[in-house]
């Protein structure tokens, strides 16, 4: 069974930066690619980013193109988000995912 715990959301200005963080637990984390999704308030849950196993192949939402970095650490079981030059419309609650797993998410807002 397969677990995923976020972490690094909170609150910050429009043109900041924030790190989100995915732990991975119960099997082989390489064995996994990941990706990153979020649901603004009202309405559906979107794609934000994906790495490969090997993280040599990474994929974005034209959204967040330029302004997000995805990336992971195979040997600490963890896949980041670092979000740089936030907007408001970038609030939501952020996912971790793998196959059919989520983790319960992570608030980012983006607030003056």
């Known amino acids: 069974q397969v677990q995923l715990v976020e972490s690094g959301g909170g609150l910050v200005q429009p043109g900041g930066s924030l790190t989100l963080s995915c732990a991975f637990s119960?099997?082989?984390?390489?064995?996994?690619?990941m990706g990153w999704f979020r649901q603004a308030p009202g309405k559906e849950r979107e794609f934000v980013s994906a790495?490969?196993?090997?993280?040599?192949?990474?994929k974005y939402a034209h959204s967040v193109q330029g302004r997000f970095t995805i990336s992971r650490e195979n040997i600490k079981n963890t896949v980041y988000l670092q979000m740089n030059s936030l907007k408001p419309e970038d609030t939501g609650v952020y996912y971790c995912?793998?196959?059919?797993?989520w983790g319960q998410g992570t608030q980012v807002t983006v607030s003056s």
């Open positions: 790495i490969s196993r090997s993280a040599g192949n990474t």
């Open positions: 119960g099997r082989t984390f390489s064995s996994y690619a």
């Open positions: 995912n793998t196959a059919s797993y």
